[in-house]
């Protein structure tokens, strides 16, 4: 069965500096990895993907994630925070080729300070 | 940009009445899902539905849950005896296959079960 883990509830970052958001997964099969964001009583927003390739990929407003087969971990990464990058963060995984469903992490609370 | 639609936003009803959500995902993916979250946490996957039928379900879609693709372009979620444990965000989503990767979410739909 497959599964991902976000050991922190919340991150506390100074606007400026790099900011990481911690992901690991457990799978029987290839990994698919992702992460979404979820502001305030919205949907939630695809950031980027790891498919195969490249383990660094880069997303959306600066983000990039680096999946790392060896520790199972998918950690979401920005060199300069902002505040509008405050919101809730979530990793998800699909096990291929076994499962077309995405499961998700608890989510992972960012916060910003001015 | 093509997007997923859910309706209706917000739905209030009594405990036992039959509420059906719905949504129109994105017209060329062939794969469509409800998850739902409760008070702002965790996403938990509630189904997946691929040519015509269920592909896979978790252990909360049980009996009183049902989803159909009645005419090709909406994609229904029905919960026919509701009960209190039922009140949250309901969420579709489509995607284009497996190998693409990513799920599109829509904004949600909130219910709450009196």
């Known amino acids: 069965a497959q599964s991902v883990a976000q050991p922190e509830d919340q991150v506390n970052v100074a606007e400026g500096n790099p900011l990481t958001v911690k992901c690991t997964y457990s799978?029987?099969?290839?990994?698919?990895l992702f992460w979404y964001v979820q502001y305030p009583n919205r949907g939630l927003q695809f950031l980027l993907k790891y498919i195969t390739g490249d383990n660094l990929v880069k997303g959306s407003y600066g983000f990039e994630a680096e999946f790392n087969k060896s520790q199972t971990s998918f950690h979401l990464k920005k060199p300069s925070a902002l505040v509008s990058d405050s919101a809730l963060y979530f990793c998800?995984?699909?096990?291929?080729?076994?499962?077309?469903?995405?499961?998700f992490g608890k989510g992972t609370r960012l916060h910003i300070l001015p | 940009e093509p997007e997923v639609t859910q309706t209706p936003s917000h739905q209030v009803t009594q405990m036992g009445q039959e509420v059906i959500l719905r949504c129109v995902p994105i017209?060329?993916?062939?794969?469509f899902y409800w998850y739902r979250q409760i008070l702002g946490q965790k996403v938990e996957f509630l189904v997946s539905?691929?040519?015509?039928?269920?592909?896979?379900k978790s252990e909360i879609f049980d009996d009183q849950f049902s989803v159909e693709r009645p005419d090709g372009s909406n994609f229904t979620l029905k919960i026919r005896s509701t009960k209190l444990e039922d009140s949250a965000m309901y969420f579709c989503?489509?995607?284009?296959?497996?190998?693409?990767?990513?799920?599109?979410f829509g904004e949600g739909s909130r219910l709450t079960v009196l």
């Open positions: 017209s060329n993916h062939l794969y």
């Open positions: 998800a995984v699909r096990d291929m080729p076994f499962n077309d469903k995405i499961i």
């Open positions: 539905f691929y040519n015509n039928e269920i592909s896979e």
């Open positions: 799978v029987s099969g290839n990994p698919y």
């Open positions: 989503a489509s995607g284009g296959g497996l190998e693409t990767g990513e799920l599109f």
